[in-house]
């Protein structure tokens, strides 16, 4: 068992247990029901992970598509969607892969948008998922898309000091932790960089030091606006910050999460 396979599925059940919570998914079964009259939809999750997301659509009844460039998250979201003949998930990279046509909701939750990993400039590979969506789309099909919004990024993101994240053991019995150095963000690129490690210890007694650097484009709400438009969307309505329940609203300068329902002309 190579280091790199203990890392990787060190980390996917480590993420699961920390990233569970459910007041996202909720928020999103509210909005398709309201938007959409309560029918049945064909569904296409992005970057589905561990199926935290694309399961609960397939238990609400929505015939669900999901697909992931981990395959070590994918193997718990096989076993998440084990018994539900409605739903199916693929190993595919959202920037560089095909998505298929026809759905009616394609879903970019969980803050796909800034958690990019690829090997082309970040900016682009954003725009690129926006249109990606939009191809996937049927005319008249809806993309429900969520992310971090940040009005004051250097605020946010020039922190240098050292931290630990990710704490925990998985079922091989390997401990460890992610930890961070801080980051520092350019006003002018708005890319923000930042660098770390994992540090792992296996069942065995093995030190596995990982190093760790990461780096993303910080978009403002306009950007996220015109992409849209670019790509042949029109916003029909927004939301913000996972309220109780879903009433439409603009999203406004005290908006830490943005959701936007836009329909394809």
């Given at each position: 068992m190579?280091?790199e396979?203990?890392?990787?599925h060190?980390?996917?059940?480590?993420?699961e247990?920390?990233?569970?919570?459910t007041?996202?998914?909720?928020?999103?079964?509210?909005v398709?029901?309201e938007?959409?009259?309560?029918?049945?939809?064909?569904?296409?999750?992005v970057?589905?992970?561990?199926?935290?997301?694309?399961?609960p659509l397939?238990?609400a009844?929505?015939?669900?598509?999901?697909?992931?460039?981990?395959?070590?998250?994918?193997?718990?979201?096989?076993?998440?969607?084990?018994?539900?003949?409605?739903?199916?998930?693929?190993?595919?990279?959202?920037?560089?892969?095909?998505?298929g046509v026809?759905?009616?909701?394609?879903?970019?939750?969980?803050?796909?948008?800034?958690?990019?990993?690829?090997?082309?400039?970040?900016?682009?590979a954003?725009?690129?998922?926006?249109?990606?969506?939009?191809?996937?789309?049927r005319?008249?099909?809806h993309?429900?898309?969520?992310?971090d919004?940040q009005?004051?990024?250097a605020?946010?993101?020039n922190?240098?000091?050292?931290?630990?994240?990710f704490?925990?053991?998985?079922?091989l019995?390997?401990?460890?932790q992610?930890?961070?150095?801080?980051?520092?963000?350019?006003?002018?690129?708005?890319?923000?960089?930042?660098?770390?490690?994992?540090?792992?210890?296996?069942?065995?007694g093995?030190?596995?030091?990982?190093?760790k650097?990461?780096?993303?484009h910080?978009?403002?709400?306009?950007?996220?606006?015109?992409?849209?438009?670019?790509?042949?969307?029109?916003?029909e309505?927004?939301?913000?910050?996972y309220?109780?329940?879903?009433?439409?609203?603009?999203i406004?300068?005290?908006?830490?999460?943005?959701?936007?329902?836009?329909?394809?002309?």
């Amino acid at each position: 068992m190579n280091r790199e396979f203990i890392a990787k599925h060190w980390y996917a059940s480590v993420y699961e247990q920390f990233e569970n919570q459910t007041h996202d998914v909720n928020f999103l079964l509210k909005v398709l029901t309201e938007q959409t009259d309560n029918q049945p939809l064909n569904i296409l999750e992005v970057a589905c992970g561990g199926g935290r997301i694309c399961v609960p659509l397939a238990k609400a009844n929505h015939f669900v598509t999901g697909f992931d460039s981990d395959e070590h998250m994918l193997l718990r979201c096989y076993r998440q969607m084990s018994g539900l003949t409605n739903i199916r998930c693929y190993h595919a990279d959202a920037v560089i892969a095909g998505w298929g046509v026809g759905y009616d909701v394609v879903v970019m939750a969980g803050n796909v948008l800034i958690n990019i990993e690829c090997e082309i400039d970040y900016k682009d590979a954003q725009k690129t998922l926006i249109k990606n969506a939009a191809a996937a789309l049927r005319t008249g099909g809806h993309l429900y898309i969520d992310f971090d919004l940040q009005y004051d990024p250097a605020a946010r993101f020039n922190r240098l000091n050292e931290s630990s994240s990710f704490i925990g053991t998985d079922d091989l019995g390997t401990t460890g932790q992610s930890v961070s150095y801080g980051s520092v963000y350019d006003p002018i690129t708005q890319i923000c960089t930042g660098t770390g490690h994992w540090e792992l210890t296996t069942n065995s007694g093995e030190q596995i030091i990982l190093p760790k650097r990461w780096y993303k484009h910080i978009p403002t709400q306009t950007q996220v606006y015109d992409w849209l438009s670019d790509a042949g969307f029109t916003i029909e309505c927004t939301y913000q910050n996972y309220s109780a329940d879903p009433v439409p609203e603009p999203i406004v300068e005290a908006t830490n999460r943005a959701i936007i329902w836009a329909r394809k002309l």
